[in-house]
T-cell receptor, first 117, second 114 residues
Framework: AQTVTQSQPEMSVQEAETVTLSCTYD???????LFWYKQPPSRQMILVIR??????QNATENRFSVNFQKAAKSFSLKISDSQLGDAAMYFC??????????????FGKGITLSVRP | KAGVTQTPRYLIKTRGQQVTLSCSPI?????VSWYQQTPGQGLQFLFE???????NKGNFPGRFSGRQFSNSRSEMNVSTLELGDSALYLC?????????????FGPGTRLTVL
């Protein structure tokens, strides 16, 4: 079974600084997708960034980028120029395929990010 | 496009009762998944429906059930409620076929069991 591990329960960053959130996963599959979701206090889950396992290039979305190390099964999220609105819980998630029995999302426990003004 | 909607947003029930939660996916999306979120267990997958068929199921007791209608709207039902069923229940829809299986989440239903 696939597992996703987020070992840091909490992190803090100064506004305008950069922070990196860590995530590791375990799978025997070669084709899968990885995601970072943000859950602010409103509890609405918002997709931050996604990565296809077959792509070597790391995904980037504005201030958000990932460091995807397939061999190490590591998928970290870097937030540059942190803003107060980035304060939220961040979840790393794995999905093994688009269809079929393994289409569910497996989430890590999440990390609470606070941003200091 | 309107996002995923869930009703009701908040619900209070007592032990032994049953509850039905509703989820309307984004127009055109055919897959609906349900997740339970609790402080202790985190986010756990309940089940997924696609074209009115349950395609995948998590490790939850049979008290948790669901269904999907022809318009892709989905309901989940929990019978004989227990205190431990208190949680945020999230619904997510996806198109399946594009966007790398991205799931779009609704705002959730907060269920409190007394």
């Amino acid at each position: 079974a696939q597992t996703v591990t987020q070992s840091q329960p909490e992190m803090s960053v100064q506004e305008a600084e950069t922070v990196t959130l860590s995530c590791t996963y375990d799978t025997s599959e070669s084709d899968y997708y990885l995601f970072w979701y943000k859950q602010p206090p409103s509890r609405q889950m918002i997709l931050v960034i996604r990565q296809e396992a077959y792509k070597q290039q790391n995904a980037t979305e504005n201030r958000f980028s990932v460091n995807f190390q397939k061999a190490a099964k590591s998928f970290s999220l870097k937030i540059s120029d942190s803003q107060l609105g980035d304060a939220a819980m961040y979840f790393c998630a794995y999905r093994s395929g688009l269809t079929g029995a393994n289409s569910k999302l497996t989430f890590g426990k999440g990390i609470t990010l606070s941003v200091r003004p | 496009k309107a996002g995923v909607t869930q009703t009701p947003r908040y619900l209070i029930k007592t032990r032994g009762q049953q509850v039905t939660l509703s989820c309307s996916p984004i127009s055109g999306h055919r897959s609906v998944s349900w997740y339970q979120q609790t402080p202790g267990q985190g986010l756990q997958f309940l089940f997924e429906y696609f074209s009115e068929t349950q395609r995948n199921k998590g490790n939850f007791p049979g008290r948790f059930s669901g269904r999907q209608f022809s318009n892709s709207r989905s309901e989940m039902n929990v019978s004989t409620l227990e205190l431990g069923d208190s949680a945020l229940y999230l619904c997510a829809s996806s198109f399946l076929g594009g966007e790398m299986g991205e799931q779009f989440f609704g705002p959730g239903t907060r269920l409190t069991v007394l």
